[in-house]
């Protein structure tokens, strides 16, 4: 596939300075949207391919570089990418020793994801990566089209302080089920002023929820 052509459905990312104290709050994020996305299962190994991306700028460009992380989900394929300001300093796949300390990174990158590369740009360049989840696509996983739906509401809802850029918030799991509650207390609230019972509509969309996983779990087994 032309890379010049990867255009993303969905893309999220931010602005961070290089230094190892940074990696937890970046891999918090980065669950936390694949979670928004429905990307569960490539979780482990996003995180583990953002730690040895920033690692990798941390050890050849130097700590305290300006750098800037990007995510993008297009279909099963979610596409990692790390920009810094270095157009010389190129990742490199090297084969480590088994007493080695370094020169696992890429290699654990290349092991982990489906491809990889560099592309050099003026004045930076960005290190990518790409991941491929067993589904082939948002409409099969589990609950498909209406997953699709809620995460576009939650990104509404969570875009502005869920999924804040500021550098010191460590957001996790809770952030994007605190996000969900508020859609769903906001939802009761729309069913109670329009003359709508909303306890027996919420008790209405468990049974629903119920039985189509129920299902899902059956045509999955």
Known sequence: MDDSAYIPIASWGLPFVAEPEEVSV?????????????????SDSAQLCLSELVANVITHVGRGTPASLTVS??????????????A???????????????????????ALTERWGVELCADSKVTWCELVTRLVGPERHPGGERVRRAASVLDSYGEGELFSTSRRSRVGAL???AAAIDVISDML??????????DEVLNRAQMHFDAELAAARVITS
């Not at 609230?189 to 329009?194: M, S, T």
């Open 73 to 86: 989900r297009r279909g099963g394929r979610l596409r990692i990418e790390l920009r810094d300001p270095d």
């Open 189 to 198: 609230h729309w069913l109670h002023e329009h003359g709508h019972d909303a």
């Open 26 to 42: 970046l891999r918090g994020l980065m669950r936390t949207r694949l979670s928004v996305w429905g990307m569960q299962e490539l």
């Open 88 to 110: 010389r300093a190129l990742p490199t796949l090297v084969e480590a020793s088994d007493d080695s300390e370094g020169g696992r990174g890429m290699a654990l990158i290349d």
């Open 175 to 177: 952030a994007a089920e």
